[in-house]
Antibody, heavy 118, light 109 residues
Framework: EVQLVESGGGLVKPGGSLRLSCAASGFTFSSYSMNWVRQAPGKGLEWVSSISSSSSYIYYADSVKGRFTISRDNAKNSLYLQMNSLRAEDTAVYYC???????????WGQGTLVTVSS | SYVLTQPPSVSVAPGQTARITCGGNNIGSKSVHWYQQKPGQAPVLVVYDDSDRPSGIPERFSGSNSGNTATLTISRVEAGDEADYYCQVWDSSSDPYVVFGGGTKLTVL
């Protein structure tokens, strides 16, 4: 059974940093591109970042470019999102999602809430 | 950037058919994926590549895509289908290249 479990969310002040993790199991993690997708309270889904299976290709939404860094450790079956210079508008539930055929998200984690507030 | 437009809400009585649209410029040339999200839960893929269903998704869920509109159709709607539904495309010429629609709240009357 495919499982994605996020952790690392919490309350942080504007300008602060946070590192999210996503532990993957039930599939060959190193064979899949992975993504972070977020959802602000009461709002829709917003793609944040993606990373290819070997970390060769990395992409970011303009809204987080230069502030967030995606990475992965295939030996640990883990995906990460380092978030710096956080803003109130980054407040959201952050989901880890597996990329299938590089076009669709076929499995999602349960999400971790990030709240940026003073 | 590429824009996907969904109606904010759709209402349907139990047992009837719900149709949720997703509009985009020449969307018929792209593969459209649909997600169901119930309150407090993560999204679930219900239709991919316009009309295919992942394993475990009931046949009541189907999709179509042509011209400027893609449609998710839910037949014989049940109370448990009440949720938010999002369409999504991947567009290599767009920035960002992953685009979600704004979401549609399906209410079962």
């Amino acid at each position: 059974e495919v499982q994605l479990v996020e952790s690392g969310g919490g309350l942080v002040k504007p300008g602060g940093s946070l590192r999210l993790s996503c532990a993957a199991s039930g599939f060959t993690f190193s064979s899949y591109s992975m993504n972070w997708v977020r959802q602000a309270p009461g709002k829709g889904l917003e793609w944040v970042s993606s990373i290819s299976s070997s970390s060769s290709y990395i992409y970011y939404a303009d809204s987080v470019k230069g502030r967030f860094t995606i990475s992965r450790d295939n030996a640990k079956n883990s995906l990460y999102l380092q978030m710096n210079s956080l803003r109130a508008e980054d407040t959201a539930v952050y989901y880890c999602a597996r990329y299938n055929d590089l076009t669709r998200f076929d499995y999602w984690g349960q999400g971790t809430l990030v709240t940026v507030s003073s | 950037s590429y824009v996907l437009t969904q109606p904010p809400s759709v209402s349907v009585a139990p047992g009837q058919t719900a149709r949720i649209t997703c509009g985009g410029n020449n969307i018929g040339s792209k593969s459209v994926h649909w997600y169901q999200q119930k309150p407090g839960q993560a999204p679930v893929l219900v239709v991919y590549d316009d009309s295919d269903r992942p394993s475990g998704i009931p046949e009541r869920f189907s999709g179509s895509n042509s011209g400027n509109t893609a449609t998710l159709t839910i037949s014989r709607v049940e109370a448990g289908d009440e949720a938010d539904y999002y369409c999504q495309v991947w567009d290599s010429s767009s920035d960002p290249y992953v685009v979600f629609g704004g979401g549609t709240k399906l209410t079962v009357l």
